[in-house]
């Protein structure tokens, strides 16, 4: 198979099955803002000796594992309240987990004592009252899209991966494949409500609205990009798209398209010398820059160049575009064509063998026409590193302004080629942005990076703790040396624009890794950083919800 047989094979289309929408389910039972812990079920604790501990105290990253006094399972605000209350009481270190994807060790180190785990805050419904789309923090992402689109018809634009809780992944900001043409998930987002402790350690739940007369409305702006663990215990969300009107759920929130084109494909690294390689990733990046602005056909086209090491045998290519927008296969033809123009035909392959995080994909290597929530769920169940919990992981991130030049492309190609480093699951990921990501401002929601046209993910997994320093140093390398002009980093700037708060680094606090002179907040929130500092302020004054990079009391540094 060549790659004109995947160009000639655009224009197939294929029929879907029809989707039954499923009827609307009640919303959770409302608190009075500033609700306390009532009277009522109380949480499920699971301590040490229980057989469920062991899976509660490790996340999907297995280097970090926490020895809590116990997990506190909750089922409602009230209960997260009184257990919020009960650890302040008690004096105990507090972390908080929805769906435990976090890379970092926020949820799970050595210093906390009780996990509050809100996975079973799960609820997707139509709130009447407030006339928005309540989400659960414990809810996971594929549960949302696929009880949002059944109900309603409806959609928010997250990520990928389908365990992922929506606590963590909103308030960080959320981005998926939709994003390029409909921003960023918390770009939709109305309200969030969250169990803070003030002052004299009182713990309260508090709704904070978008609405620009809600006193709380700052607390609301926090949780649109600060990221989770930093305020307090999120317990729900509300969806709005802004400038929806009307009591129509349907017409609250984007509609996702009625079919996608899918397109897989791998590139095997024995087709592959330097000068091509780098021709692939720079056309990649070219094809970015141009094709950054919300209101094109581009802008529903999303892709993702997934480049591991050698020993893999293959990087790929995953795209994916709206097929409802006119021109669409001529779009994904194009792009398909211009980015991989200075390969042989025998090095477009079909995505036989895993590939990033992805398993094989080997029918989308001629384009496939899906129904939306059939792409959602072919897509985001085929990740095996969402699967085995024995992996560990490094990642580090960064937002691209410009396209890499021969430099960075060449540092990449050294590194995905070394010999004395040979894991499979070693690899730069560069991801679409832009669209109608850019289209907000940098300080409309604490998601400061607001002009990228491109993201990049550097990463490692592995299975054993013999393998953290060949694998955390490899990682370090190859974003060291492709940010070297920058001391080390992605320093906001002309062509960078730092880091995202969701693909956390162990190493960014480290003065040793990070030898850029630029704190780590300041890469993850730019400018943003004080206000976020205010907030903090203002509703966690005793710091109560800390972990390695939380955000900090103004008097801190």
């Known amino acids: 198979m060549r790659r004109r047989s995947v160009l000639a094979g655009m224009a197939a289309a294929m029929a879907t099955t029809p989707l039954e929408a499923g009827s609307a389910a009640a919303a959770t039972p409302d608190l009075a803002d500033g609700a306390s812990a009532a009277a009522g079920p109380d949480a499920v604790t699971v301590l040490p000796d229980d057989p469920r501990y062991a899976d509660l105290v490790v996340g999907n990253n297995s280097r970090w594992v926490a020895r809590p006094d116990s997990v506190r399972l909750v089922r409602s605000t009230e209960q997260v309240v009184r257990a919020v209350q009960e650890a302040v009481n008690a004096k105990k270190r507090i972390s908080v987990r929805s769906g435990g994807h976090c890379y970092a060790d926020f949820v799970f180190n050595p210093d906390v004592r009780v996990v509050i785990d809100t996975s079973l805050l799960n609820t997707v419904a139509y709130d009447e009252k407030r006339g928005a789309f309540e989400v659960g923090a414990g809810a996971t992402l594929l549960h949302v899209y696929d009880s949002l689109f059944k109900g309603w018809g409806v959609t928010i634009p997250g990520g990928m991966c389908y365990s992922v809780g929506a606590g963590g992944h909103i308030s960080g900001g959320g981005y998926g494949m939709l994003s390029r043409r409909h921003g960023l998930t918390v770009d939709h987002l109305y309200a969030v ?191 095996p590193t969402l699967t085995d919990p024995t992996l560990r992981g490094h990642h580090k991130s960064a937002y691209l302004r410009r396209n890499v030049t021969e430099a960075q492309a060449s540092s990449m190609y050294r590194h995905l080629t070394r010999t004395d480093h040979e894991n499979a699951a070693s690899m730069v990921v560069l991801l679409s942005y832009g669209g109608k990501i850019n289209a907000v401002g940098s300080g409309d929601t604490a998601a400061a990076q607001r002009d990228s046209v491109f993201k990049g993910l550097f990463q490692s997994f592995w299975s054993d703790a013999s393998g953290d320093a060949a694998n955390i140093g490899w990682t370090r390398d190859v974003y060291g040396e492709v940010f070297a002009a920058t001391g080390g980093y992605p320093v906001p700037g002309a062509a960078t624009d730092g880091c995202y708060i969701n693909y956390p680094d162990a190493d960014i606090a480290d003065t040793a890794v990070n030898t850029t002179g630029v704190p780590w907040h300041t890469l993850y929130y730019k400018d943003n950083y004080p206000r976020l500092q205010r907030i903090k302020a203002a509703y966690d004054a005793r710091n109560t919800f800390r972990h390695s990079q939380s955000i900090t009391l103004p008097d801190h540094t």
């Open 193 to 383: 409500e969250v169990v803070v402790v003030d002052a004299k350690g009182k713990a309260r739940s508090v709704v904070a609205t978008s609405r620009a007369d809600d006193p709380n409305r700052d607390l609301w702006w926090a949780h649109t990009g600060g990221g989770g663990g930093n305020f307090g215990v999120i317990t729900r969300y509300w969806f709005r798209s802004p400038g929806a009107t009307g009591s129509d759920p349907s017409a609250l929130l984007p509609r996702p398209p009625k079919e996608v084109l899918v397109s897989a494909v791998a590139l095997p690294w024995s087709e592959l010398d330097k000068d091509s390689y780098t021709s692939l990733v720079r056309k990649f990046g070219a094809w970015h820059e141009k094709n950054a602005a919300a209101d094109s056909p581009e802008a529903s086209l999303c892709s993702f160049l997934m480049m591991n090491h050698r020993a893999n045998g293959s990087i790929g290519l995953l795209t994916q575009i709206d097929a409802t927008v006119p021109g669409a296969e001529k779009v994904l033809h194009d792009f398909l064509a211009e980015v991989t123009s200075s390969l042989p035909d025998s090095a477009v392959r079909p995505m036989s063998e895993p590939v990033g995080e992805l398993g094989a994909l080997p029918d989308l290597f001629t384009p496939k026409r899906l129904s939306w929530l059939h792409s959602v769920k072919l897509l985001g169940t085929s990740n």
